[in-house]
């Protein structure tokens, strides 16, 4: 291991922990910072492990069979992050396989930590969380892993190939499956312009991807995976009209057949849906589609996306 750097059968080794690392319920913020500068150090994403909750895996844990349909449940979910008040006091939720759910509301309401608590980061102290009925604490996390996928907010770009950053999570990917992947991600075009293609090295160039185009090479990534479930956390940040429209129809591709889960921050994510899950406080307030919670005299899916029409108007896609 040469220092400051990482190798790609080292990242690959490290898969099962990336999706530890890139979310935000570990409070990455900083680290994340780090890593996006490209430097990514092996001491580095150790840290950052070495702060991972411990999610500790049962003896008897099966792998799910082939075939995952991706249905997502949970059911009479508590938990609390501390000894405070909990975040989630007889939560339900049902996400149902093969559809788009959004989940909207209010910084702090909760939407990262269903997803977090999905992807079994955190155990719920009471309930369970189920994937096809089989409750998460009962399955592998290697399998779990390798049916979820997340495209986090800020993505990570490693120090590497764009290539590499792209196929790294498949040791046998083609160059030619990395380009279909990249097309369906709409960042085909855009590597191409680069000195070098698909080999051009993302060292402190990385950092110089605007977050629309990583997000776009975090989504080529996920598609590659195929994975029965798939995680996308908007982001928040403002994109030029172009990379906005690309990004979209780059999430359109990925999001079809599959589970997934947005929170949403888009009017033009959230308005395609199939069910759009609206939360405040830790509670589901509302649950439908955007033609039926428009529907809702006074209704607080309703009045939030009032809100966020005015912002995006206002030219801050914010929320
Ligand atoms: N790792 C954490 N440790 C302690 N509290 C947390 C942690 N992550 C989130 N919270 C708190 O839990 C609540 C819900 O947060 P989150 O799920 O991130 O909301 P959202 O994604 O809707 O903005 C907030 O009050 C937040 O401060
Ligand atoms: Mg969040």
Redesign the pocket.
């Known amino acids: 291991m040469l220092h400051g750097t990482i190798t790609y059968g080292t990242m690959y080794a490290m898969d099962t922990y990336f999706w530890y690392a890139v979310t ?4 990455l913020t900083m680290v994340a910072g780090a890593i996006t500068q490209a430097f990514v150090s092996l001491d580095r994403i150790l840290d950052v492990m070495r702060n991972v909750p411990e999610v500790v895996e049962q003896p008897g844990a099966a792998d799910l069979p082939d075939d995952v349909r991706g249905d997502l449940r949970l059911e009479s979910v508590h938990f609390a ?2 000894p405070d008040k909990p ?1 989630f006091d007889g939560l339900d939720l049902h996400l149902p396989a093969g559809k788009m759910t959004a989940l909207v ?1 209010h ?8 997803t977090s608590l999905l992807l079994r980061l955190w155990d719920v102290q009471d309930g369970r969380v189920t994937l096809d009925g089989h409750d998460v604490r009962d399955l592998t996390l290697r399998s779990l892993r390798r049916h979820t996928g997340v495209v986090p907010q800020e993505p990570v770009v490693f120090e590497g190939t764009v290539f590499e950053n792209i196929a790294y999570a498949d040791p046998d990917a083609t160059l030619e499956q990395a380009e279909e992947a990249a097309r369906a991600a709409q960042i085909h075009d855009f590597i191409l312009t680069l000195p070098d293609g698909y080999q051009t090295w993302l060292g402190k160039e990385g950092s110089k991807l605007s977050v629309g185009q990583k997000q776009r090479i975090a989504i080529a990534r996920a598609i590659l995976r195929k994975p029965a479930v798939l995680i996308l956390d908007e982001a928040t940040s403002s994109l030029d009209s172009e990379s906005e429209a690309a990004l979209q129809a780059a999430m359109r591709t990925v999001l079809r057949d599959r589970t997934s889960v947005v ?1 949403a921050h888009r009017l033009s994510t959230i308005v395609e849906a199939d069910q759009i899950v609206a ?1 405040d406080a830790g509670r589901v307030i509302e649950i439908g589609t955007h033609d039926e919670l428009m529907e809702i005299e006074g209704g607080f899916y309703r009045h939030l996306y009032e809100e966020l029409k005015g912002k995006q108007h206002a030219g801050e896609v914010e929320a």
Do not use: D, E, F
């Open positions: 935000p319920a570990v409070n992050y501390g975040l509301g910084t702090g309401c909760g939407k990262t930590t269903v929170v939360m």
